[in-house]
């Protein structure tokens, strides 16, 4: 038997090894006191010097692992969502954890595990390191959920999150394995090539079916309807930086992925699975925004705002084409921003003591902390897509995809749903301008907050008013990064 | 394509009626005696006490993990091992980072203490709670004026 090790150029996976070194590094670094508190710096370095060596391979197509691992374009521009998604996270972060007893270095070594399998999960052009890197992803968010363990909520989102992901990922395994059945290969190329040279004549029933399973689990982690019953209340239980990076990383990696599978292998089977597409879609955007109408609890709202948002994501999937995938990437981005900037509030204030996870306790916060409103009245504009945020022109984007590529009800149904979606949002802006606050207003010594987290809420913010005005560039990169897809 | 699995079908067919059909002629033949020590669980050389259906400690999975891991490890090292000489110094580099990174998770674990089967931090804790239990008994036995709430439900 001849055996040869496959080639070991590991230049695609270069960001990746640097994260899971780092990752690695930091648990064992946790396991002394004494560095306690430069954990977080530790690991927005490591960051950081991912961030240099994604930009340094942009423009190239480096491949690994006999060619199950590519870093294109499309994977630089979903790691700098990731990036941008942890290294917020992680600022928001720093004074939650230390009022809340989480500061431990395992917890930002689990940051740097996600972002490892998020990344490896855009770049991964095989369905089994797909799956592999999906189990890294959610295996930490499992842990990272659960990190407050002395609350009751957060144990019970662990527990929920973890049984319903591990389902899903039996419907993810058992789709692929119809798929392999089906096709006899697992490689996106191999698939496209037999898709594309399909022999007329009677469906291929089993790789209809696969293709539904994995739809279905992937479904799951993007919070698409009808799988999207654990958003709300994982969202709510987990630690609020938690909930941040969950609703932005995990979901653009579960994106990454779908427009990769869907938009981009299986797009000849387009007449098969836009029907079933198109009709989850409405759903999604429906149920979450009528649902998040009545919520009075924030993490909530914006858990249900964030499966409307999957929805108007997925509107873009069922348009399809170069011009759908890069209007999700952009969206993507922008979603992050505006996420981190709401649930940013929440988790500043939290680490001042002063919980603001009702409506009744927000009330006044315009006059209590002038700042902190604006930020999250900038946030609530830009979900809700008014301009001159980054949230309109994202949609904008989404929706006109959807007109160009010929499905005039859906994007009417879309436009529908946003505006419907105007009364939940504009509704936080009104309590925290228009009521009289329920506490007093704080001390000038109570008003200091935490400079992390008011540097990552402040540059989100400035971010999503710049994108807002200024769409082209940041749109012509993404639009660029996903010409490589084919 | 699909009658590639009609072998598959076959199989799974004929496995279960053995099974079954085996069970099924046995209970006819055989003679049915239960008393309780052929009812309890089965234990190698001891009494057993209760029944098998209790609450396991947590701490068996930590060590069943933690077993595991190093399970998955020999299973790659045998073969690894058995052809390392044609694949090589980036097959025994490859190798070196994998044990390099199981052994991280070792250190790990072994300084967060969950080899020993009881935690030094949690006899500690288990002690600092029943001193300060202590205590507080001796602080009521000493001032018993200091608690007014039990002196009224007393009366």
Redesign the interface.
């Known amino acids: 038997m001849d055996?040869?090790?496959p080639s070991?150029d590991l230049t695609a996976i270069l960001p990746q090894i640097t994260l899971i070194g780092a990752a690695?590094v930091l648990?064992?670094l946790s396991?002394s006191d004494r560095l306690r508190r430069a954990m977080p710096y530790l690991a927005l370095l490591a960051l950081a010097v991912v961030a240099v060596q994604v930009a340094g391979l942009w423009g190239q197509a480096p491949r690994s692992f006999t060619d199950m691992m590519v870093r294109d374009d499309f994977t630089g521009f979903a790691d700098l969502i990731f990036i941008a998604g942890a290294i917020l996270t992680i600022l928001i972060s720093v004074a939650y954890a230390e009022t809340h007893g989480i500061d431990r270095g395992e917890y930002y070594a689990l940051i740097l595990f996600a972002v490892s399998g998020m990344s490896l999960m855009a770049a991964s052009v095989d369905l089994f390191t797909f799956f592999l890197s999906l189990e890294v992803l959610s295996i930490s968010l499992y842990v990272l959920i659960g990190f407050e363990r002395g609350e009751p909520m957060s144990n019970e989102g662990a527990l929920k999150y973890f049984l319903l992901g591990a389902f899903a990922s039996g419907f993810i395994l058992y789709g692929i394995a119809l798929i392999y059945g089906?096709t006899g290969t697992t490689h996106y190329q191999d698939l496209t090539t037999f898709v594309n040279h399909a022999v007329p004549g009677p469906k291929?029933l089993?790789l209809l079916a696969g293709l539904g399973l994995l739809l279905v689990g992937l479904g799951f982690k993007v919070s698409m309807a009808p799988f999207h019953g654990w958003t709300p209340d994982v969202y709510q239980g987990a630690p609020t930086p938690i909930s941040a990076f969950m609703a932005t990383g995990s979901k653009a990696a579960g994106f990454a992925v779908l427009i990769r599978v869907f938009a981009s292998v299986f797009a000849e089977l387009r007449v098969d699975w836009v029907p079933l597409l198109w009709g989850l879609t409405v759903l999604t955007m429906t149920i979450g925004n009528i649902v998040a109408l009545v919520q009075t609890d924030l993490k909530r709202l914006l858990a249900y705002s964030s499966i409307a948002h999957a929805g108007y994501m997925l509107l873009a999937i069922v348009a399809g084409g170069a011009e759908g995938s890069s209007s999700i990437l952009f969206y993507l981005l922008v979603y992050t921003l505006m996420n981190v900037a709401a649930f940013g509030v929440i988790a500043v204030l939290s680490a001042k003591g002063e919980a603001s996870h009702t409506l009744d306790e927000i009330a006044g916060l315009g006059v209590r902390r002038p700042a902190l409103a604006a930020v999250m009245a900038v946030a609530m504009f830009s979900l809700a897509g008014i301009p001159p945020t980054a949230g309109f022109m994202a949609k904008f984007y989404v929706f006109s995809a959807v007109v160009k590529a010929d499905f005039l009800g859906l994007a009417v149904i879309g436009v529908l749903n946003s505006g419907v979606s105007l009364y939940y949002y504009l509704r936080v802006v009104v309590w925290m301008y228009m009521r009289e606050s329920t506490r007093p207003v704080p001390s000038p010594a109570d008003r200091r907050l935490s400079l992390n987290g008011l540097a990552a809420l402040f540059i989100s913010a400035l971010a999503l008013l710049q994108i807002g005005i200024m769409p082209s560039s940041l749109l012509q990169i993404a639009q660029r990064a996903v010409l490589m897809l084919r | 394509?699909?009658t590639d699995y009609i072998s598959v079908l076959v199989f799974t067919v004929v496995a279960v009626a053995f099974v079954a059909i085996n069970l099924f002629l046995s209970r006819l033949l055989r003679p049915r005696n239960p008393y309780p020590e052929k009812l309890t669980s089965y234990e190698c050389g001891e009494d057993p006490e209760g029944q098998s259906w209790i609450q396991f400690n947590i701490r068996f999975y930590v060590v069943a993990l933690i077993f595991l891991i190093f399970e998955v490890e020999i299973a790659f090292l045998y073969p690894w091992g058995v052809?390392m000489k044609?694949?090589?110094l980036?097959?025994y580099l490859?190798m070196a980072v994998f044990i390099l990174?199981l052994g991280?998770g070792f250190?790990?674990v072994w300084?967060?203490g969950d080899l020993e089967w009881v935690k030094e931090s949690d006899v500690i804790a288990v002690l600092e709670r029943r001193q300060a239990e202590e205590e507080a008994q001796r602080a009521r036995r000493t001032s018993p004026r200091d608690l007014p709430e039990a002196v009224t439900s007393d009366q």
């Open positions: 055996l040869t090790i070991t690695s648990l064992l396991l089906a291929n089993l | 394509m699909l052809v044609q694949l090589g980036a097959a490859e990174i991280a250190v790990y300084k967060k």
